[in-house]
């Protein structure tokens, strides 16, 4: 990519537009990421961080509408949401929007992106233009939100501008094809506090209060892999991953852990800020508990080699993908037949190493749908999702479907 060169193609973010109308009522506006298939055969990867999505307000006196927010900033690689099928998509927040017209959106980009050219196993750091870190996509028309509405914008590369080494980006209104589609919908990570919680396990319905004024409805089910400290009641911090499903307008729970009493921030902004790198593992050392990791999720660090080094220490806690927690001869005996794996912890950028604090396997077999996951473990020859003593002679302790 030559630096005078326009940059060809499209990506997208969504928003979808919720309920709407009705004076002195609230809309809610839920925000899905997806992107096309475009810069394919350019660029293996291109990492991108959205701080804040607003809502523009016809009326110059009102204050914009804050629909997504994060200090700290999500990090998504663009270039991973399309499968051959179409677009994948990210689901960030939900908001509470007043009734009202609005004459667009504001999304708030960090200063830079990382882009890893085809073939390329380092990043080029590309800078935006001064005052583009805030990019306004005007409505044809001021508009109001109804009923089941969808938003979608796309980041349109082929207005993207490249100028003396800094980026110009744009955004164009998309479609939103197949977000009704579960498979179109990718597992992303949630952290906060649990409140109103309802329901008995494993079926069960609570409020993730996300912090920054954010919460997301969540749902668990016999699938959801349950694990950490004690039962699932309101009150207790929890992490949690999950697809979100707009025809509840619910995140489905693929797997919770529940946070001990202090343990960690209810803050989603702090509580996802450690550095966390989730993909495929490779030159796999099961003696010297090493791996390196090709990520297709990413945050707490800027991403800049395609791998990251990952060392396991005999303090991290290795779960299965079902939560259980394996002793090292057994958690690496899996790792190396099912190679998918999150892991959690510190990040030395002068030796691109992550040291972890947490590593859970990912087995992709187990993913069928919003509310057809299995995440029972090879052991669990009865598949009741249970730790026991009967299927899970290797189980050292913990982990499992807590009930």
């Not at 969504?14 to 009522?25: E, P, Q, R």
């Not at 998509?89 to 085809?118: D, H, I, K, N």
């Not at 993730?208 to 004690?230: E, K, M, P, W, Y």
């Not at 394996?326 to 002068?350: M, N």
């Amino acid at each position: 990519m030559r630096s005078n060169q326009v940059i060809f193609g499209v990506l997208g973010l969504a928003l979808l537009g919720g309920c709407g109308g009705g004076s002195g009522s609230g809309s809610v506006t839920r925000i899905a990421v997806l992107a096309t298939d475009s810069l394919r055969e350019d660029y293996d990867q291109i990492w991108a961080t959205v701080t804040k999505i607003e809502l523009l307000p016809s009326l110059s006196t009102d204050a914009a509408v804050t629909l997504f927010t994060d200090p700290n900033g999500r990090v998504l690689d663009l270039r991973s949401l399309r499968s051959a099928a179409g677009p994948l998509y990210t689901f960030l927040g939900e908001a509470s929007v007043p009734a009202g017209r609005y004459t667009g959106v504001r999304v708030t980009l960090a200063s830079t992106l990382q882009l890893f050219a085809t073939g390329s196993t380092t990043a080029a750091t590309v800078a935006l233009a001064e005052g583009s870190s805030s990019v306004v996509l005007p409505f044809a028309a001021p508009r109001a939100f109804g009923t089941g509405e969808e938003l979608v914008l796309d980041f349109d590369l082929a207005r993207f501008t490249l100028s003396a080494g800094r980026l110009t980006p744009a955004l164009a209104l998309g479609d939103g094809a197949g977000i009704a589609l579960a498979e179109r919908h990718q597992n992303n990570d949630y952290h906060g506090l649990v409140v109103n919680l309802k329901g008995l396990y494993p079926t069960q319905i609570f409020t993730l209060n996300r912090g920054n004024g954010q919460s997301v409805s969540v749902v668990t089910t016999a699938a959801t892999a349950i694990f950490g400290d004690n039962f699932l009641i309101t009150g207790q911090v929890v992490t949690g991953e999950g697809r979100y499903n707009p025809e509840t307008n619910r995140i489905v729970a693929s797997a919770i852990e529940i946070k001990g009493s202090g343990e960690d921030d209810p803050s989603e902004s702090m509580g996802l800020s450690r550095p966390m790198a989730h993909g495929v593992a490779s030159a796999i050392n099961s003696d010297i508990g090493t791996f390196t990791i090709t990520p297709h999720q990413a945050r707490g660090f800027t991403l800049l080699q395609r791998t990251v080094n990952i060392i396991t220490t005999p303090t991290t806690h290795l779960h299965t993908d079902g939560g259980r927690i394996k002793d090292k001869a057994a958690f690496f005996a899996r790792l190396i037949k099912a190679p998918h794996i999150k892991v959690e912890g510190t990040y030395d950028p002068a030796t691109n190493t992550l040291t972890a604090k947490h590593a859970r396997l990912s087995d992709l077999s187990n993913d069928g749908g919003w509310e057809s996951e299995t995440h029972y473990d090879g052991d669990d020859t009865n598949h009741d999702g249970l730790v026991n003593t009967t299927d899970d002679a290797d189980n050292t302790g913990g982990g499992g479907h807590s009930h």
